[in-house]
């Protein structure tokens, strides 16, 4: 069974930093791209970070580019988050997701149960 | 970055109405759209990919279509379970997807 855990999340001050950790079991992770989805409260969802299989490419909204770094540990089934120069506006559940192909097209197919991270002072 | 804008952002509907939302993009995305259920509490639960394609598990009273542009999700038969949050998100535009408002169904 395919399975993403996060963890990492809590509350922080603005301007700090938090690491968020997704655990992933249940099929080969290194196999598979990454994301990042984060959904402020009483929101919609709004795509955040995307890391390919081999860790070597990475993209990040222009909302927390340059504060946050995507990485993975494909030794340890894991997908990273840290996120710096945190604003108020960064609080948020924040999910991972799988990402699976259907011929070209890409879908977001298993996503964990979500950390929240809250910055506020 | 791809513009999704769906409708109706809420919907009242009562157990084993037919339901539709639709979803419409700023470009045209091919078939690159998928459909997610969320409950309060709960992460996103895939309903469809590729437009039209369902999610093993996924009861076959969902049901999407639409290309290019215009998109379809479709409840046959509203259940006491379906009442949710329902999102569209286009991944034409990879890695950089991006979802629609979403749509609420509530009890009538």
């Known amino acids: 069974e395919v399975q993403l855990v996060e963890s990492g999340g809590g509350l922080v001050q603005p301007g700090g930093s938090l690491r968020l950790s997704c655990a992933a079991s249940?099929?080969?992770?290194?196999?598979?791209?990454m994301n990042w989805v984060r959904q402020a409260p009483g929101k919609g969802l709004e795509w955040v970070s995307y890391?390919?299989?081999?860790?070597?490419?990475?993209y990040y909204a222009d909302s927390v580019q340059g504060r946050f770094t995507i990485s993975r540990d494909n030794a340890k089934n894991s997908l990273f988050l840290q996120m710096n120069s945190l604003r108020a506006e960064d609080t948020a559940v924040y999910y991972c997701?799988?990402?699976?192909?259907?011929?070209?097209?890409?879908?977001?197919?298993?996503w964990g149960q979500g950390t929240l991270v809250t910055v506020s002072s | 970055d791809i513009q999704m804008t769906q409708s109706p952002s809420s919907l009242s509907a009562s157990v084993g109405d037919r339901v539709t939302i639709t979803c419409r993009a700023s470009?045209?995305?091919?078939?690159?759209l998928s459909w997610f259920q969320q409950k309060p509490g709960k992460a996103p639960k895939l309903l469809i990919y590729?437009?039209?394609s369902l999610q093993s598990g996924v009861p076959s009273r969902f049901s999407g279509s639409g290309s290019g542009t215009d998109f379809t999700l479709t409840i046959s038969s509203l259940q006491p379970e379906d009442f949710a949050t329902y999102y569209c998100?286009?991944?034409?535009?990879?890695?950089?997807?991006?979802f629609g408002g979403g749509t609420m169904v509530e009890i009538k």
């Open positions: 997701a799988r990402v699976r192909y259907s011929g070209n097209s890409p879908y977001f197919d298993h």
């Open positions: 249940g099929f080969t992770f290194s196999s598979n791209e």
């Open positions: 890391i390919s299989s081999s860790g070597s490419t990475k």
């Open positions: 470009q045209t995305i091919s078939n690159y």
């Open positions: 590729a437009a039209s």
């Open positions: 998100q286009q991944s034409y535009g990879t890695p950089r997807v991006t």
